[in-house]
């Protein structure tokens, strides 16, 4: 099967790859495998300066890593630096705390001695997505191999060469050549990965349709399943907030890779005395961002990935007008070459509106007003997904009270949703199952193990 890569910038294809055979992926997973086998037995103090040097890697590469990511889904060239840099410092951090968090527990129990040990558990494939392509492939591989598991990386058909050169900065680091490789494959022949025996465990990062499928599959063959998948995050705006600030944070929070994240700030629910202010200021906002080539250092938000992306938002704002909704400023594709949608505002929503009821996955922001908190916290939950959202406010303690409140895996107060691999990321409901990062995502795909010693005789 032949794999065509269309440039966003310019709609047109740029390279074609064809899929391995399902021989040389199975020969290649077989390969994994035995991998895993040696480097399971080497110590975390052995593991850990190879992610240090790791770090160096990325770092070393970072210009042209950049350039691919921009060249393959998009994303502005300035993001996509500090998408490797701070796969460079994910890296870091597990070489620095792997060993603590990984370290073996004593409890007292009924008999001499109680442990238990966390121990990895084979090879693991991920599935991962094209939006961050670094970031989330690393998000994943990281704590994974250096709990001492091997992984297979499928990527995302229009990211082969970010792919390629993750396993190439494992490659250059120094790790065994097989301890994380990369695979081009159909759906068929990772499913049969999965069923098989030689794979302990799936991650995958993505939409929730494909989460249920690979849920599904993971579940028959009783295989450990990680899922984080979409989002229609909240972003609270309470009426003691300063609207001018929260209004550049809900800029940013919302166009980060032309809104093509999870975890971008999807639904703006702004109590009612301050939603004129906060309206304005944002709208003033999305029309001074600079929209154009993601390789221009000016460019501030850049296509969506491709034609179909573009026509799904169109549709989805269509649907919401139909319904109601008022486009503020943008609302339509831009006249010019490749995936271009202008940074849009919607108002006059209602919480049944596709663009408030669906995950949008572009540049459009719907503001919705409330009479107050109380109401805010309810349309912050109607929704099925739940992984992340934010709280804005002048009063802490107010900030913490109603963050406790919304149903998602991650909250903020006064700041966008991001990941950082010192706190846990994951979701709830449809949003996955799960954690990555943190302890808790080193954890994931390892034997948590209980040693129980009693005297003999």
Not at 14 to 39: C, D, P, T
Not at 321 to 347: D, M, N, Q
Not at 420 to 435: A, C, Y
């Amino acid at each position: 099967m032949q794999v065509e890569l269309t440039n966003p910038v310019t709609g047109e294809i740029a390279k074609r790859y064809e899929n391995m055979s399902r021989n040389r992926v199975l020969a290649i997973a077989a390969r994994v495998g035995e991998a895993f086998v040696l480097w399971r037995e080497r110590s975390l103090s052995e593991r850990a300066p190879l992610f240090r040097e790791m770090a160096a890697v990325l770092r070393r590469r970072q210009e042209r890593y950049a350039k691919l990511i921009t060249l393959e889904m998009g994303k502005p060239i300035r993001e996509a630096r500090a998408e490797v840099e701070k796969c460079a410092w994910l890296a870091e951090v597990y070489a620095d705390h792997a060993a603590d968090w990984l370290a073996e527990e004593e409890i007292a129990a009924d008999g001499r001695r109680h442990l238990i040990t966390f121990e990895p558990l084979g090879v693991i494939i991920s599935i991962m997505p094209w939006n961050f392509p670094f970031w989330q492939a690393l998000r994943f591989a990281v704590p994974a191999v250096i709990a001492g598991n091997t992984c297979l990386l499928k990527h995302a058909r229009n990211v082969p060469q970010c792919a390629l050169a993750i396993e190439e900065a494992f490659r250059e680091a120094g790790f065994p050549p097989d301890a994380f490789r990369t695979v081009f494959a159909d759906h068929e022949v990772i499913g049969e990965l999965v069923a098989g025996d030689q794979i302990q465990g799936v991650s995958l990062t993505g939409s929730t349709e494909a989460g249920e499928l690979i849920a599904e599959a993971a579940g028959r063959g009783l295989k450990k399943v990680v899922l984080e998948l979409g989002g229609s995050d909240p972003f609270i705006v309470l009426e003691d907030a300063d609207p001018a600030f929260t209004a550049r944070q809900a800029v940013s929070g919302r166009m980060i890779n032309a809104g093509q994240s999870c975890i971008a700030a999807k639904r703006f629910i702004v109590v009612a005395s301050l939603a004129e202010d906060f309206t304005r200021h944002f709208a003033a906002g999305l029309e001074a961002l600079t929209v154009g080539d993601p390789l221009d250092e000016a460019t501030q938000v850049g296509p969506v990935v491709d034609e179909r992306a573009l026509v799904e938002l169109e549709t989805q704002l269509a649907r919401s007008v139909a319904a109601g909704a008022k486009v503020v400023t943008g609302g339509k594709r831009l006249s010019r070459p490749g995936c271009f949608f202008a940074p849009t505002l919607v108002t006059e929503t209602t919480p049944e509106m596709p663009v408030m009821s669906e995950e949008v996955f572009g540049p459009i922001a719907p503001v919705i007003v409330v009479a107050d908190e109380a109401e805010a916290i309810a349309v912050a939950n109607q929704t099925p997904f739940g992984l992340g959202g934010s709280v804005w406010t002048r009063d802490l303690e107010r900030g913490l009270r109603l963050a406790r409140r919304i149903e998602a895996g991650t909250v903020f107060v006064n700041s966008i949703v991001k990941s950082d691999p010192r706190m846990p990321f994951g979701g709830i409901k449809k949003s996955g199952i799960g954690r990555e990062l943190y302890k808790y995502g080193l954890r994931e795909f390892v034997n948590i193990k209980g040693i129980n010693i009693y005297e003999h005789g």
